[in-house]
């Protein structure tokens, strides 16, 4: 049974940090293109950063220089490093894995920057 399990969404100030946790189980993790989406109220879902099995890792252009993904494939989880938090990055952030065009999803974790 696949499970993606994301922690470490929040409240926080505008300019804060938070750092997203997703742990994968039922996979073979390496295998897998790792990523971070999330979706607003009234708004599409969107990709926000993805690492694939290689290393190689890319952003939105929204996110660039403030957000951060890396993974520990001997952990089984990928991260999510945000910094310079902006009211308009609250949204519901989920962790996506991908393999031969099948996505599995976590639950999501709610991200709100507030002050």
């Known amino acids: 049974q696949v499970q993606l399990v994301e922690s470490g969404g929040g409240l926080v100030q505008p300019g804060g940090s938070l750092r997203l946790s997703c742990a994968a189980s039922g996979i073979i993790f390496s295998m897998y293109s790792m990523a971070w989406y999330r979706q607003a109220p009234g708004k599409q879902r969107e990709l926000v950063a993805r690492i694939i099995t290689g290393g190689t890792i890319s952003y939105a252009d929204s996110v660039k220089g403030r957000f951060t993904i890396s993974r520990d494939n001997g952990k089984n989880t990928v991260y999510l490093q945000m910094n310079s938090l902006k009211p308009e990055d609250t949204a519901v952030y989920y962790c996506?894995?991908?393999?031969?065009?099948?996505?599995?999803w976590g639950q999501g974790t709610q991200v709100t920057v507030s002050s």
């Open positions: 996506n894995g991908r393999w031969a065009s099948v996505d599995y």
